[in-house]
């Protein structure tokens, strides 16, 4: 919790005091490999913080997965779109890793929001961050190419491409996983 707390105060600026106000509304699950986090179908309440793991957040159409993203150490994770519109869930957000994840309620949430004037800001700062990297992503999947798509995830967190299967990876990037194995040929080529 250390290091969230040190995340928090980075990512919005915060005090100690106000950075464990923030936490202390938060409840610590332990999740193993495979167990969802949030299921489709479901409207979101809930608000996660990744302390250790990785989850894969996928849509599924015709039997079939499409990754829309990954979170991992220190990342928020919820369907967002859920949890603003009180709308089920059309995505599943699944553990890739044994987990710890700290949660928060939506009535936790609104609750510290009323005590709490500095929420407001952080929920502000929360939606621009999120869509800035919406617009960053989706810019991305119409200009760039496959393997400047892959090495954008790469700069992100190296140690994904290792922490994550290939054939996720290709549908993250909206490629064939032979892509994924080209673009690495590629890089390990260089000089």
Do not use: W
Not at 170 to 186: D, F, G, M, Q
């Amino acid at each position: 919790m250390k290091e969230l707390k040190k995340h928090v105060r980075t990512l919005f600026d915060l005090s100690e005091k106000e950075a464990e106000i923030f936490l202390s509304q938060f409840t610590r699950v332990s999740l193993s490999k495979n167990d969802v986090f949030m299921p489709t179908g479901k409207v979101c309440h809930t608000i996660g913080l990744i302390e250790k793991g990785l989850m894969k957040c996928v849509y599924h159409r015709n039997g079939e997965e499409t990754v829309f993203e990954f979170a991992y150490e220190n990342s928020f994770i919820s369907d967002y779109y859920s949890f603003v519109t009180l709308t089920p869930s059309e995505k599943e957000i699944r553990c890739l890793e044994d987990t710890i994840v700290h949660t928060i309620s939506r009535e936790s949430l609104e609750k510290l929001g009323k005590e709490h004037v500095f929420i407001e800001s952080m929920s502000r700062k929360i939606n621009e961050r999120l869509f800035l990297r919406m617009h960053e992503r989706l810019k991305s999947m119409l200009l760039d190419p496959a393997a400047e798509r892959y090495q954008k995830l790469v700069a992100e967190r190296q140690d994904l491409t290792q922490r994550i299967p290939q054939y996720l990876i290709a549908s993250y990037l909206n490629v064939k996983p032979e892509t994924i194995s080209r673009i690495r040929k590629k890089i390990s080529n260089r000089p």
